[in-house]
């Protein structure tokens, strides 16, 4: 008889980096699907629950509580669970401890500063890094360890309160920020500021993530997506594919990503790994534990591939068939205002960005009218714009068209209510200012 299809018990919710449709596209042939929805957005959210309820079984549980979700997840009869949801992993994680799924110590996703130990602890990591819970804290690291230095969220996700400190006055403006008049604020965890090698290309950063596909402990597939240039301090602006890093220095990459999930037990499934290359060897920026955001569809433009199913393929120990054969090249830009900037009072058209050279699609673009703040990281983004190329050159020079288009037609006002622009990050991906630190 043939074997019954593995259960996935989804953990569903806002901001995935696979929607609940997508999910249940790429499980067709590998899974059956159940959704898990927490109560609490369910009812922020009602289409959230309407579309996983038009998929398949779902049950609107509890986050907060373990036991109720894993109870659920059982009487749907789960083998084991998956969330594409970055704030979801640490719970799928406990879910498939629950339901039998081996594992050698307790998740550490969403514990940047566990996380960063545990890396140190094996090896991986040599950065130094301390959780810190005020300025007397922060003060002793930027004492001992000195600037530039990083401050972030234990917890953070897509790059928010991100904090560089290069100078007394930014560390300064960060403990303004974060733990007003001495009172208690937010876990944060500083690190010391990683510097990667150079890229030849000027909007390329000086790191990358390494997209790892892991069954039975070792990696089945894998491979590396350039980032672009971040803009002040530490915003994500996109990612681009196919990766011109070196093969040599990719194959490189991918080893420290795969021992860096060692070090934090990762178990099969995708995951996103973002990592310094340099010649002496890559440095870890964090491990996450899903598969990384937008890239894909950047796979899906640039190469066909589904890696939704090679996610969920991993997830249920089955090697994923991954074919990355880039017929095109791609990036996706997360396009940000100035730091300065509190409000849009003018937002191009969209028909006007669609048209431009190279435009695949513009899947969104923010109102007039609408605050924003930098510190909201790449949620801070005013428009998500997918360009295509037929060769890496020809896709910069369309990226600076996009760029220069969208810089000069958003309009934003600062504190005072007066314009505030800003060309900086312009000017370093075309590359007249090559500095990154």
């Known amino acids: 008889m043939?074997?019954?299809?593995?259960?996935?018990?989804?953990?569903?919710?806002?901001?995935?980096?696979?929607?609940?449709?997508?999910?249940?596209?790429a499980a067709a042939d590998l899974a059956d699907l159940v959704f898990l929805v927490d109560a609490r957005e369910a009812a922020r959210y009602p289409d959230l629950q309407a579309v996983a309820t038009a998929l398949g079984p779902t049950a609107v549980v509890d986050f907060g509580d373990v036991d109720g979700c894993l109870s659920a997840a059982r009487s749907a009869g789960a083998d084991r669970a998956i969330s594409f949801v970055d704030r979801l992993?640490?719970?799928?994680?406990?879910l498939n401890r629950g339901l039998g799924i081996a594992a050698d110590r307790p998740p550490t996703w969403g514990k940047k500063d566990v996380q960063r130990a545990l890396l140190r602890e094996s090896?991986?990591?040599?950065?130094?890094?301390?959780?810190v819970a005020g300025a007397a804290d922060l003060t002793r690291f930027l004492d001992a360890h000195g600037m530039p230095a990083i401050?972030?969220?234990?917890?953070?996700?897509?790059?928010?309160?991100?904090?560089?400190?290069?100078?007394?006055a930014e560390a300064a403006a960060a403990v303004a920020a974060l733990w007003p008049d001495g009172t208690p604020g937010p876990a944060m965890l500083v690190e010391r500021f990683l510097v990667g090698d150079t890229r030849a290309q000027p909007h390329l950063a000086d790191y990358v993530s390494a997209e790892v596909f892991r069954c039975d402990g070792r990696v089945a597939a894998a491979f590396v997506t350039d980032r672009l240039r971040p803009m002040d301090p530490c915003r994500e602006t996109g990612l681009v594919l196919p990766s011109l890093l070196a093969p040599d220095a990719a194959a490189e990459v991918i080893g420290t990503a795969s021992a860096a999930l060692d070090a934090v037990?990762?178990?099969?499934g995708a995951f996103h790994v973002e990592l310094k290359p340099r010649a002496t060897g890559s440095e870890i920026v964090e491990v996450n534990g899903r598969l990384g955001g937008f890239i894909t569809k950047l796979a899906?433009?640039?190469?066909?591939?589904?890696?939704?199913?090679?996610?969920i393929a991993a997830a249920i120990g089955r090697p994923p068939e991954l074919d990355l054969a880039w017929r095109r090249c791609v990036l996706v830009l997360l396009f940000q205002p100035p730091t300065s900037a509190r409000r849009i009072a003018a937002v191009p058209e969209r028909s006007a960005v669609a048209k431009l050279p190279g435009v695949i699609g513009v899947e969104a673009l923010a109102t007039a009218g609408t605050n924003v703040d930098w510190r909201a990281g790449s949620d801070s983004a005013?428009?998500?714009?997918?360009?295509?190329a037929d060769s890496a050159d020809a896709l910069h020079t369309r990226l600076l068209q996009v760029a220069e288009y969208l810089t000069e037609t958003f309009v934003f006002v600062g504190p005072d209510g007066a314009r505030t622009l800003d060309r900086a990050w312009l000017?370093?991906?075309?590359?007249?200012?090559s500095e990154q630190v």
């Open 2 to 25: 043939p074997a019954s299809r593995p259960r996935l018990a989804v953990l569903t919710g806002v901001g995935g980096s696979l929607s609940t449709l997508d999910s249940a596209a």
């Open 427 to 433: 000017d370093q991906i075309a590359g007249k200012e």
């Open 382 to 388: 005013v428009a998500t714009v997918w360009i295509g």
């Open 265 to 268: 037990g990762a178990a099969d």
């Open 123 to 131: 090896g991986v990591s040599r950065v130094p890094a301390a959780r």
């Open 89 to 94: 992993c640490a719970l799928a994680a406990a």
């Open 300 to 311: 899906a433009y640039g190469a066909g591939a589904d890696l939704g199913a090679a996610a």
């Open 151 to 168: 401050l972030k969220p234990v917890g953070g996700v897509s790059s928010r309160d991100i904090w560089r400190l290069r100078d007394p």
